[in-house]
């Protein structure tokens, strides 16, 4: 079975420009997730996606965060415009299904951003 | 206060030995809770998963949880140098499966 995909791996861009990280999740997860994960922190989720809709964007800084599913399989998540505080790995996750509370959640390989 | 607090370490043990990491959370609604492992440069990866008091053994690694003191442990029993990384806790409060990690406690085990 493969995992979840993330391209870029890597992205270094200069502050005020913008950036877009795609996502595929493994075949037939209902449930995308996409995380932050600043330098010796731990993730911090910026939006649920289950299939097509959004369960949960309350932590997205919306003025320049957004992000999209396709058809309920892919996903975007975009900056613009970027900030030196943006600097951080973006991982996406995936599940099953998103009720109950037991689910586990498989991790793709991350983009690192680099904001200069 | 965090919503989910570890101590960030290091945490340096021998080989052998036994490496006991923590993990406190603050709501007390919190259904499920996991630890995830993530080597230096990867992403985190799924070790254990508890959602009752007591204990949940998986080969060298057991969590504990108490609901009542929120508080979740995990014990790595018999520690080799390819357990050195972070271990992140993880909280699920219940209802459409949201994570609150904690900042991990980074492992180093010296042979």
């Known amino acids: 079975e493969a995992g979840v995909a993330q391209s870029p791996r890597y992205k270094i861009i200069e502050k005020r420009q913008s950036v877009a990280f795609w996502c595929n999740p493994i075949s037939g997860h209902a449930t995308l997730y996409w995380y932050q994960q600043i330098l010796g922190q731990g993730p911090k989720l910026l939006i649920q996606?289950?299939?097509?809709?959004?369960?949960?964007d309350s932590q997205l800084p919306k003025d320049r965060f957004s992000a999209e599913r396709l058809k309920g399989v892919d996903s975007t998540l975009k900056i613009q415009p970027a900030k030196l505080e943006d600097s951080a790995v973006y991982l996406c996750a995936s599940s099953p299904r998103t009720s109950g509370d037991q689910e586990t959640q498989y991790f793709g390989p991350g983009t690192r951003l680099l904001v200069l | 206060q965090k919503e989910v607090e570890q101590n960030s370490g290091p945490l340096s043990v021998p080989e052998g030995a036994i490496a006991s990491l923590n993990c406190t959370y603050s709501d007390r609604g919190s259904q499920s809770f996991f630890w995830y492992r993530q080597y230096s440069g990867k992403s985190p990866e799924l070790i254990m998963s508890?959602?009752?008091?007591g204990d949940k053994e998986d080969g060298r690694f057991t969590a504990q949880l108490n609901k009542a003191s929120q508080y979740v442990s995990l014990l790595i029993r018999d520690s080799q140098p390819s357990d050195s990384a972070t271990y992140l806790c993880a909280v699920n409060r219940g209802g459409y499966n949201k994570l609150i990690f904690g900042a991990g406690t980074r492992l180093a085990v010296h042979p």
């Open positions: 996606f289950q299939n097509n809709g959004v369960v949960d």
């Open positions: 508890i959602y009752s008091n």
